[in-house]
């Protein structure tokens, strides 16, 4: 938060501000209203220098309590007996209540979500972000008296900053909980942000799409049909239960998998954006590169995947720029187009 005052004097247009946790979700807001005067022309709309993002990453789904399953004795049991409970049924191994008691208390997952809701309502180009799973992290330790004392003041706290890390982890399934409820609002709402099993596109047939062309022309292109023949609204007013696009940020995986993201029945547009502080520095590095000359034109993305705003936050951008521009044969100033354009894609459909 210390370096905000520097985004009004950055070369970035705009900044796409990602909340994680609980600490930050209302700063992440008041940075996005401060700076909302601070407007200019995007894809043919105003925005903000700020585009917000307000999501729980899964480094805290274990702050929430998942009240959408009832739970026995809940209202015979003490506040603190509740948050222990919790806590050992979604931390492994078992905590002790040593560690217990340092955690915050949690949190309901129906709070979490209305407070998500109503923030995004307020803000209709943002999203929801940043989420996920991770099996490999762990919960750092809790504070020691002369960590506290030489903690950076300048850091938005709720954190690791350094501490030593625990042998405790989430429980997979809770945090599948907190992602599919936080994509069931994304789906609500039609905001970017994989859940699509059941709800394929139907990918019609060569026959069908010279039938289509023949018939109608553009007006079918831009309608579905159903088995039955009846046309339906590309668009639907009903809520849908996946977000329109999604982002694989600072994507690490192999060149494999991309093909079942891409698939045409997959009902979410998946975009993957690539850092250099992430992804093309270290072992992996090469590995990325293949996934980077992979993938379509249109669906790779550049973040700086950095805390802090400022000259360092242009730079890295400027960095992987020039990088993906390299690795994919473009020029510096095809390449920035099409980066930007992806971007506007992304984020506005």
């Known amino acids: 938060m ?9 070369k970035a247009t705009t900044l796409t501000v990602m909340a994680t946790r609980g600490e930050d979700q ?21 925005a903000g ?44 191994p078992c905590p002790d209540s040593v560690f217990v008691s340092a955690l915050p208390d949690p949190k309901p997952l129906s709070q979490l979500i209305s407070e998500t809701r109503s923030r995004l309502n307020e803000y209709p180009n943002a999203l929801v972000g940043e989420i996920g799973l991770d099996r490999a992290f762990r919960l750092p330790n809790s504070w ?15 954190s690791r900053e350094g501490r030593a890390l625990s042998p405790y982890k989430v429980q997979p399934e809770h945090q599948k909980a907190i992602l599919k409820a936080q994509l069931l609002l994304a789906g609500e709402l039609q905001r970017p942000v994989s859940m699509w099993s059941g709800h394929e596109k139907k ?36 809520p849908l ?21 891409l698939r045409p029945s997959n009902p979410s547009d998946v975009y993957f954006s690539f850092s250099t502080v992430i992804n093309l520095n270290g072992p992996s590095a090469q590995k990325v590169k293949e996934v980077i000359k992979s993938l379509p034109d249109d669906r790779v993305l550049i973040e700086s995947d950095l805390h802090t705003a400022g000259p360092e936050m242009d730079d890295l951008l400027e960095q992987v720029a020039r990088q993906v521009c390299e690795l994919r044969g473009w020029t510096l100033h095809q390449g920035v187009q099409q980066l930007a354009e992806n971007w506007k894609r992304f984020v506005y459909g």
């Open 26 to 46: 209302e700063l992440v807001y008041q940075t996005a209203s401060t700076l909302s005067g601070l407007n200019t022309a995007i894809h043919g709309s105003t």
């Open 144 to 158: 020691k008296s002369q960590e506290i004392k030489n903690r950076d003041t300048s850091m938005t706290p709720g």
């Open 241 to 261: 239960p996946f977000p329109p696009r999604i982002c694989m940020h600072s994507y690490s995986g192999p060149a494999e998998p991309l093909r079942q993201f």
């Open 49 to 92: 220098r700020v585009l917000p993002c307000f999501g729980w990453h899964p480094w805290f789904s274990h702050q929430i309590v998942d009240d959408s399953v009832a739970s026995s004795n809940t209202e015979a049991a003490s506040k603190t007996e509740q948050k222990m409970a919790h806590y050992r049924k979604v931390l492994t």
């Open 203 to 238: 990918v019609p047939s060569r026959r069908e799409r010279q039938r289509r062309r023949s018939v109608a022309g553009a007006h079918a292109e831009s309608e579905g049909e159903d088995e039955g023949g009846n046309t339906t609204p590309a668009s639907s007013a009903l």
């Open 2 to 10: 210390s370096s905000i005052a520097e985004i009004p004097r950055m």
